[in-house]
């Protein structure tokens, strides 16, 4: 689209807009009062739902606010004014808070539920720009939240109100986490999504396999290590001296490599064919860093030694991913070498 304005200040204008939201929430923060107080004790001690309602911007912001209260420990949910008004009241509980958000106050389908939320029993916080509108005046407790002035050149896109509907919103949650004595053990439990970051956050060594690993000694032949990489069920046999230092890997790929390149002798010694000084991971290792090198290197299992490079044990991609231990029983494991 060809610009039209003539202007090129792109960074001085997106600054004015940022210095007139910070304006705006500087505002808000100063108008913040008992009224706050008494809506955060309402939400604390509610023994139903919090509800959040609103339309157009303000709506989108309601949304963001029930999805914060939810994961950080205050069941909630957002009410379409309409769709309230047509049937989906049936889901508010006398228990229930509703939290109502209009910047002007005088937003007709927000306005013309409440009596009704208040009929069956939900105490009703109004989120407004205007102390003196109707939705004010309906509500139980009303939070101010005025701003100075939109951001919006013509002043009429929600900008600065709807920004600081959203912080007050983000106030009353973090408010609440302190309340309930919500932390992080808390807040994992609401997202299980985020175990696998938590699994990249350990050490490999809390991971890895260590019982009955597939390992043999440098001096056996490479029949035998066949007999243990086909019983291992990882795809990988690790070969140690008699000192368990790990002096190399013998993977599925390594087999078909013998058997493409030439005679295949099971009665050669297993370090001819080994491969010697393979990749391996170290006691006390990042998963996440473990990770990293098995993906640039498309290998799918690495051994773990100590600092002394001593054969500890071995890690999969699959525990790195937390998709459970899985056996192979045809080999289809990548290199480690």
Do not use: Y
Not at 36 to 62: H, N, P, Q, Y
Not at 184 to 202: N, T, V, W
Not at 210 to 237: H, M, Q, Y
Not at 262 to 280: H, L, S, Y
Request: with cysteine; net charge negative; glycine share 12%.
């Amino acid at each position: 689209m060809v610009c039209t304005s003539g202007r090129t200040d792109w960074l001085t204008l997106a600054r004015e807009v940022l210095d007139v939201e910070i304006e705006g929430l500087q505002a808000v923060n100063k108008q913040l009062g008992e009224p706050f107080v008494s809506a955060l004790t309402a939400m604390a001690e509610c023994e139903g739902r919090v509800v959040i309602t609103g339309v157009g911007k303000s709506g989108l912001v309601g949304r963001k606010i029930a999805a914060t209260l939810s994961s950080t420990g205050t069941p909630s949910f957002f009410l379409h004014p309409v769709e309230g008004a047509h049937g989906d009241m049936g889901m508010i509980r006398k228990e229930d808070v509703v939290l109502a958000l209009s910047n002007s106050g005088g937003t007709d389908e927000v306005n013309a539920i409440i009596p009704v939320l208040k009929s069956l029993g939900a105490k009703v916080i109004a989120i407004t720009g205007n102390t003196a509108s109707a939705m004010s005046q309906l509500s139980d407790i009303t939070i101010e939240v005025k701003v100075p002035k939109e951001a919006c050149p013509i002043g009429l896109a929600p900008t600065s109100s709807t920004t600081a509907q959203l912080a007050v919103g983000d106030a009353l949650a973090v408010c609440l986490m302190e309340w309930k004595s919500f932390g992080k053990d808390d807040f994992k439990k609401f997202h299980p999504g985020g175990s696998l970051g938590q699994r990249l956050a350990m050490c490999v060594d809390q991971l890895m396999h260590t019982d009955n690993i597939p390992v043999v000694r440098d001096d056996v032949s490479l029949k035998d290590a066949l007999e243990v990489l086909n019983s291992g069920g990882l795809g990988l046999v690790a070969i140690v001296d008699g000192g368990n230092i790990l002096k190399g890997v013998f993977s599925d790929g390594d087999v078909r490599r013998e058997v493409c390149c030439g005679p295949f002798d099971v009665n050669k010694p297993i370090g001819e064919v080994m491969t010697a000084a393979p990749r391996r991971a170290t006691i006390g290792e990042s998963s996440a860093h473990v990770l990293d090198v098995m993906e640039q290197n498309q290998i799918t299992v690495l051994p773990v030694v100590s600092e002394d490079g001593m054969l500890a044990g071995m890690v999969h991609l699959h525990d790195l991913l937390g998709k459970g231990s899985l056996r192979f029983s045809g080999g289809h494991s990548g290199d480690a070498g």
